[in-house]
Nanobody, 124 residues
C-alpha cells in the first residue's frame, strides 16, 4: 500500500486549502482512512477520519465545523477540505490507512500505512 499526500501550501489565517491523498491499494474501500497533523515541536495528532462508508466521519474537536474529510472510492483518494484556517493548524499533514475496519480510530498506532506528509503553513 502506498499513500501520496498533496495540496499543502502557505495561506493566510482565514483562508482555505484542500489536501488530497491518493492510495494505491486494491482494497481501498475496505478500510477507514485518516489525516494526522504534526505541528512543529509537537507529537503527531489525529485530525479527521472517514470510515468505509462516506457518511461515517470523525473529527478532532479543534477542527469541527472548519474541516471536512471525504473519500472517493472510484478514484482511490481521500480529501481534507480545510476552511477558516488558523495559525495553530500549521504543520505536516499525513494521510494514513487504518487496520481497524469497524471504527475510525484516533490512535495513530492502529494505522499501518502512511503517506509522506504535506506541509501546511498558516500565517497570522
Amino acid at each position: 500500500v502506498q499513500l501520496q499526500a498533496s495540496g499543502g501550501g502557505l495561506v493566510q489565517a482565514g483562508g482555505s486549502l484542500r489536501l488530497s491523498c491518493a492510495v494505491s491499494s486494491r482494497t481501498f474501500s475496505s478500510y477507514p482512512l485518516g489525516w494526522f497533523q504534526q505541528a512543529p515541536g509537537k507529537e503527531r495528532r489525529f485530525v479527521a477520519g472517514v470510515g468505509r462508508n462516506q457518511g461515517d466521519t470523525r473529527y478532532a474537536d479543534s477542527v469541527k465545523g472548519r474541516f471536512t474529510v471525504s473519500r472517493d472510492n472510484a478514484k482511490n483518494t481521500i480529501y481534507l477540505q480545510m476552511n477558516d484556517l488558523k495559525p495553530e493548524d500549521t504543520g505536516l499533514y499525513y494521510c494514513a490507512r487504518s487496520r481497524v475496519q469497524w471504527t475510525i480510530s484516533t490512535n495513530g498506532a492502529t494505522y499501518d500505512a502512511w503517506g509522506q506528509g504535506t506541509l501546511v503553513t498558516v500565517s497570522s
